[in-house]
């Protein structure tokens, strides 16, 4: 049963330090997306890859966030320093050729809280 | 405004009881409708997708009204499994789906 696996499942950090988000997607998907839910604002498109290249950055704070996909088998999503505001939970998920919604795979999640 | 909205909820019926969840979404070049559901602490899935003539599946029947921008998720015979948070989600052609916020439903015996 393919799945989209992502680690860690919970993480509680400091505010200051720095926090890696790891996500592999479904062998063969070709489209990975990160978003971030919280109970305000709802699930929120942070950055998209096609292929490993970064299509859509524009959700995501410059200053401390970073995703990148070194192989098609990894993308992660870093932030440094991580504050108290970036507690939520970040969901990987990937797709095969585009973002229909009757394709695309959510991982379990990361759920991180910042103190 | 967001590009999806939905009513919040949390929508408290009893089982058997019939439940609609409607949904605006702002961009009219919108071109792919679904429902997704989201159990707690778990990830979203999908329920079904949103046709313009309207489509059912089972006890679940979801509708498009692209004149008014409107989707609307009717659930009949409402069962305790039914309790979950619902997400409206729209897509313009190839690219990344845009979530509502999701209304919550809780089904009770």
């Known amino acids: 049963d393919a799945r989209v696996t992502q680690t860690p499942r919970d993480k509680v950090t400091e505010m200051g330090q720095e926090v890696t988000m790891r996500c592999q997607p479904i062998?063969?998907?070709?489209?990975v997306f990160w978003y971030r839910q919280t109970m305000m604002q709802g699930l929120e498109l942070l950055a998209y890859f096609r292929n490993r290249a970064p299509l859509d950055d524009s959700g995501m704070p410059k200053d401390r966030f970073s995703a990148e996909m070194p192989d098609a088998t990894l993308a992660t999503l870093k932030i440094q320093p991580s504050e108290p505001r970036d507690s939520a939970v970040y969901f990987c998920?990937?797709?095969?050729?585009?973002?229909?919604?009757?394709?695309?795979?959510f991982g379990e999640g990361s759920w991180l809280t910042v103190v | 405004r967001k590009e999806v909205e939905q009513d919040p909820g949390p929508f408290n019926v009893p089982e058997g009881a019939t439940v609609a969840f409607n949904c605006t979404y702002s961009n009219s070049a919108s071109q792919s409708f679904f429902w997704y559901r989201q159990d707690c602490r778990k990830e979203p899935k999908l329920l079904m997708s949103v046709y313009s003539s309207g489509n059912e599946d089972g006890r679940f029947t979801a509708q498009l009204n692209r004149a008014s921008q409107y989707i609307s998720l009717l659930i009949r015979d409402s069962k305790l499994s039914d309790s979950a948070t619902y997400l409206c989600v729209v897509s313009s052609g190839n690219t990344p789906l845009v979530f509502g916020k999701g209304t919550r439903l809780s089904v009770i015996a």
């Open positions: 998920a990937s797709a095969l050729d585009g973002s229909s919604g009757n394709t695309i795979y």
């Open positions: 062998l063969g998907h070709n489209t």
